[in-house]
């Protein structure tokens, strides 16, 4: 392993926060919640390579970044260069639905969780983790985040599989009381520009109406759904970390939990919103799936709130227009539009 001791050295400075995948979409809109609750203390785990989440941390404040492969070396060998770290918020994860490698997601987002979570337990520290929505595959099974039900999904792709594996594991272990998994719906928001094809659709969408005055959809091949009618559960991100906030300052909330709005939404609301924002007309032309993607697509998602509204958590939440306009009039037209 390198002999890495960070930009301060071995025991020069206390930590509080670690948040892997720091860099990313999710991650680095927390680590921007953080930094407006005036923390600071906070070590960035990611892997930058020639991406450009870069950029989303430049408006960040934090004391150092560690690649995720020479953090998780330093977990196994114990040997981090901070003292008193109070809570692991894990975002690192291969996040493509498309991703084709299992082996390399089995590594990355089950196997690197589980080194993770048993350091963290070890050590009490706080514990907080991306789980997915694609865990409840094509939705037959409904979308409910209580324990019992979480045995009987079946993911259609093998990011969604990556993901239950760790939720099923720290069910068989007994260990779900001791640690907090998010399962996150259809995020969007600043910040995720760099994800390239896994973009939110409002963010495809902005971009085509810029450059064509319309908006390309996929067309429906199920008679109960209208072209365009297919929906999801879409979640602002900044609502998103917000709720992460109120988890992280309430401990004793452990378990795994949905995160939407609660309430479906057609793809045709969302990009009438988009147009709404934008103050152009609705244009929109309906295209073909492509066919390795059609036994795979989800018509529907939904979360279940229940779980969560039952720890007393205020999970409160933007209508879709008024997250669209937000994000669109004040990130997406501007020239910083960075959190």
């Given amino acids: 392993m390198p002999n890495?001791?960070?930009?301060?050295?071995?025991?020069?400075?206390?930590?509080?926060?670690?948040?892997?995948?720091?860099?990313?979409?999710?991650?680095?809109?927390?680590?921007?919640?953080?930094?407006?609750?005036?923390?600071?203390?906070?070590?960035?785990?990611?892997?930058?390579?020639?991406?450009?989440?870069?950029?989303?941390?430049?408006?960040?404040?934090?004391?150092?970044?560690?690649?995720?492969?020479?953090?998780?070396?330093?977990?196994?060998?114990?040997?981090?260069?901070?003292?008193?770290?109070?809570?692991?918020?894990?975002?690192?994860?291969?996040?493509?639905?498309?991703?084709?490698?299992?082996?390399?997601?089995?590594?990355?987002?089950?196997?690197?969780?589980?080194?993770?979570?048993?350091?963290?337990?070890?050590?009490?520290?706080?514990?907080?983790?991306?789980?997915?929505?694609?865990?409840?595959?094509?939705?037959?099974?409904?979308?409910?985040?209580?324990?019992?039900?979480?045995?009987?999904?079946?993911?259609?792709?093998?990011?969604?599989?990556?993901?239950?594996?760790?939720?099923?594991?720290?069910?068989?272990?007994?260990?779900?009381?001791?640690m907090a998994g998010i399962k996150f719906f259809n995020v969007f928001g600043p910040n995720e520009y760099h994800k390239g094809d896994m973009a939110s659709v409002i963010f495809k969408a902005f971009h085509q109406i810029r450059e064509t005055g319309k908006v390309m959809l996929f067309k429906s091949y199920k008679p109960e759904y209208p072209d365009g009618g297919q929906m999801r559960d879409f979640v602002y991100v900044k609502d998103c970390v917000e709720i992460l906030w109120w988890i992280l300052n309430h401990p004793q909330v452990n378990g795994i939990f949905n995160l939407g709005t609660g309430r479906a939404r057609t793809w045709n609301d969302l990009i009438q919103a988009v147009f709404a924002a934008m103050m152009i007309p609705k244009q929109i032309e309906y295209i073909e799936m492509p066919v390795a993607i059609r036994d795979q697509y989800q018509y529907f998602t939904e979360a279940k709130m229940d779980k969560l509204k039952k720890t007393s958590c205020p999970a409160a939440f933007r209508s879709l227009e008024d997250a669209v306009y937000d994000y669109v009039v004040n990130y997406l037209q501007k020239a910083n539009s960075y959190l």
Avoid at 91 to 99: N, V, W
Avoid at 121 to 126: D, G, L, N, P
């Fill in 4 to 178: 890495f001791v960070g930009i301060f050295g071995k025991g020069g400075v206390t930590i509080m926060i670690i948040v892997t995948g720091g860099a990313g979409f999710i991650g680095s809109a927390f680590v921007a919640k953080l930094n407006s609750e005036g923390i600071t203390d906070i070590v960035i785990v990611d892997e930058l390579g020639e991406s450009d989440k870069w950029k989303n941390l430049v408006n960040r404040r934090y004391v150092d970044y560690i690649h995720k492969d020479h953090f998780i070396e330093m977990i196994g060998e114990d040997d981090l260069p901070f003292d008193g770290i109070e809570a692991m918020i894990h975002m690192g994860a291969c996040s493509s639905t498309t991703e084709r490698n299992a082996d390399y997601l089995m590594e990355n987002n089950f196997h690197y969780t589980c080194c993770l979570a048993d350091w963290a337990v070890e050590q009490k520290i706080r514990f907080i983790y991306a789980s997915s929505a694609a865990t409840y595959g094509d939705g037959a099974r409904g979308f409910s985040d209580a324990d019992d039900v979480t045995p009987t999904l079946h993911p259609i792709n093998m990011y969604g599989y990556s993901k239950q594996l760790f939720d099923l594991r720290i069910l068989r272990q007994g260990v779900a009381d001791k």
